[in-house]
């Protein structure tokens, strides 16, 4: 059985922001999205250069090592991004977050850095793939914040890691598919202002892909979107 993955991006800058600074790529294999961090114009640039780096990797012949491949791509676009802050220092500090999957044979390589996630929903049950690399997320591990705090928290957005040139340890790992199963990415402009079972019910109500990704992008609107919000919709579909 031969699996291909269909999918539909959507994306806006919110209601507060001046510009976008998230970034997405919907590829034959390969599907990315990056939020930049860094203010106008450095995360937008940081997110760009990522997604960029990574798209390569959908023109490229499938190899054995799917994760690997990926990986060096964001090595790549990290020693890109550490070029930039040396030429201007205008972008010190820059970075992005990203969130990838690539399609390999009956099985995805997962990767994230920061607090953009993947999730799948299965059978009609929604899990989160990726872990935040975030202070909360951290205290989350600890058992000093529930998951609904962590959501409520000022410092939420607050990343313990991303790509911007210097070290970072991307999380990684190969999950089966099957027919039928849903992912969706996005950036924490959704996941901080729309409720995770709104999210799981707004992806079992909508077939259609285009119509899902643009209702998640208006649930964020209708809670202020203080935040850029990006979202891809992607189903596994036999060949």
Same mark, same amino acid.
Request: proline letters at 3%; a negative charge; charged letters at 25%.
């Given at each position: @059985?031969?699996?291909?993955?269909? #999918?539909?991006?959507?994306?806006?800058?919110?209601?507060?922001?001046?510009?976008?600074?998230?970034?997405?790529?919907?590829?034959?294999?390969?599907?990315?999205?990056?939020?930049?961090?860094?203010?106008?114009?450095?995360? !937008?640039?940081?997110?760009?250069?990522?997604?960029? #780096?990574?798209? !390569?990797?959908?023109?490229? =012949?499938?190899?054995?090592? =799917?994760?690997?491949?990926?990986?060096?791509?964001? /090595?790549?676009?990290?020693?890109?991004?550490?070029?930039?802050?040396?030429?201007? =220092?205008?972008?010190?500090? @820059? +970075?992005?977050?990203?969130?990838?999957?690539?399609? #390999?044979?009956?099985?995805?390589? #997962?990767?994230?850095? +920061?607090?953009?996630?993947?999730?799948?929903?299965?059978?009609? /049950?929604?899990?989160?793939?990726?872990?935040?690399?975030?202070?909360?997320?951290?205290?989350?591990?600890?058992?000093?914040?529930?998951? /609904?705090?962590?959501?409520?928290? =000022?410092? *939420?957005?607050?990343?313990?890691?991303?790509?911007?040139? +210097?070290?970072?340890?991307?999380?990684? *790992? @190969?999950?089966?598919?099957?027919?039928?199963?849903?992912?969706? @990415?996005?950036?924490?402009?959704?996941?901080?202002?729309?409720? !995770?079972?709104?999210?799981?019910?707004?992806?079992? /109500?909508?077939?259609?892909?285009?119509?899902?990704?643009?209702?998640?992008?208006? *649930?964020?609107? !209708?809670?202020?979107?203080?935040?850029?919000?990006?979202?891809?919709?992607?189903?596994?579909?036999?060949?």
């Amino acid at each position: @059985m031969t699996f291909v993955i269909r #999918a539909v991006a959507a994306t806006d800058q919110g209601l507060v922001r001046s510009n976008n600074e998230d970034a997405v790529f919907v590829g034959r294999r390969l599907l990315v999205v990056a939020d930049g961090i860094g203010g106008l114009p450095a995360g !937008e640039l940081a997110s760009d250069i990522v997604v960029r #780096a990574l798209s !390569e990797v959908d023109d490229a =012949p499938a190899g054995d090592e =799917p994760l690997q491949d990926v990986i060096a791509a964001l /090595e790549t676009a990290n020693r890109q991004i550490e070029a930039e802050v040396d030429a201007d =220092p205008a972008c010190a500090g @820059m +970075g992005t977050t990203v969130t990838a999957l690539l399609l #390999a044979g009956d099985r995805v390589a #997962a990767l994230n850095v +920061g607090d953009s996630r993947c999730y799948l929903l299965r059978d009609g /049950e929604l899990a989160q793939l990726t872990r935040d690399d975030t202070y909360v997320q951290a205290l989350v591990d600890q058992g000093v914040l529930s998951r /609904e705090d962590a959501r409520r928290h =000022p410092q *939420r957005a607050l990343v313990t890691q991303a790509v911007q040139g +210097g070290d970072f340890r991307p999380a990684g *790992r @190969m999950i089966p598919i099957r027919e039928g199963d849903r992912f969706l @990415m996005c950036s924490d402009g959704l996941t901080d202002y729309v409720e !995770e079972d709104v999210i799981a019910a707004t992806l079992r /109500e909508h077939d259609d892909r285009k119509t899902c990704a643009g209702e998640l992008v208006q *649930r964020t609107l !209708e809670n202020g979107a203080p935040d850029n919000v990006t979202v891809v919709v992607a189903d596994v579909c036999t060949a």
